[in-house]
Nanobody
Framework: QVQLVESGGGLVQTGGSLTLSCTASGRHFQLYTIAWFRQAPGKEREFVVGIPWTNGVIDYGDSAKGRFILSRDNEKNTVALQMNSLKVEDTAIYFC??????????????WGQGTQVTVSS
């Protein structure tokens, strides 16, 4: 099993940047596919970006392409999400998730509690 804790959320103005971190505890972090999801009020949870444990090829969702950058450090058991050019519509709770399967899309078994990101106009 793996336990996930997100940090780095907060309030930022439109056009600003924010970096979220996901720190994992447990064994064999390097064998987990990690992803970020987000959920805005009244909306369904949305896939943002994921990185498989197999080949490290990052899968960016449409909302993240060109603006967000994902990085992973297996020695520190962390995944960081750098978010640039933030928009009001990026406002949501951001969740870190993990699964043992190699694909980035699908059902995730482990979830953090989430961190709030609010982008003001």
């Amino acid at each position: 099993q793996v336990q996930l804790v997100e940090s780095g959320g907060g309030l930022v103005q439109t056009g600003g940047s924010l970096t979220l971190s996901c720190t994992a505890s447990g064994r064999h972090f390097q064998l987990y596919t990690i992803a970020w999801f987000r959920q805005a009020p009244g909306k369904e949870r949305e896939f943002v970006v994921g990185i498989p444990w197999t080949n490290g090829v990052i899968d960016y969702g449409d909302s993240a392409k060109g603006r967000f950058i994902l990085s992973r450090d297996n020695e520190k058991n962390t995944v960081a999400l750098q978010m640039n050019s933030l928009k009001v519509e990026d406002t949501a709770i951001y969740f870190c998730a993990a699964r043992t399967e190699s694909g980035t899309r699908g059902i995730y078994d482990y979830w953090g509690q989430g961190t709030q990101v609010t982008v003001s106009s």
